[in-house]
């Protein structure tokens, strides 16, 4: 079984910067690609960001210049660092995972609260 564990969600003033961690563990062969998702109340899961096992990255262009994803293959972590926050980022934020066991899978993590205060 693969789980996900974020970590780093909270509290913090407009303008503001939180650091969000995402660590995959469990059985599996490999990880295609990690990413965060996010849901803002009364609004669909939106991507965020993406990062691929080969380095690729992928961004919502709106978020372009403030958020940054990055990883850490060897503890199999994935990171968004969320700078100039703005009230309208409060959301719950997901970690997504395609995991390669005996066939690619995509998992998910139990989201993590990010509110923004004006």
């Known amino acids: 079984q693969v789980q996900l564990v974020e970590s780093g969600g909270g509290l913090v003033q407009a303008g503001g910067s939180l650091r969000l961690s995402c660590a995959a563990s469990g059985s599996f062969f490999s990880i295609n690609a990690m990413g965060w998702y996010r849901q803002a109340p009364g609004k669909q899961r939106e991507l965020v960001a993406l990062?691929?096992?080969?380095?690729?990255?992928y961004y919502k262009e709106s978020l372009k210049g403030r958020f940054t994803i990055s990883g850490d293959n060897a503890k199999n972590t994935v990171y968004l660092q969320m700078n100039s926050l703005k009230p309208e980022d409060t959301a719950v934020y997901y970690c997504?995972?395609?995991?390669?066991?005996?066939?690619?899978?995509?998992?998910w993590g139990q989201g993590t609260q990010v509110t923004v205060s004006s």
């Open positions: 990062l691929g096992s080969n380095g690729n990255t």
């Open positions: 997504k995972a395609e995991v390669v066991v005996l066939h690619t899978n995509d998992y």
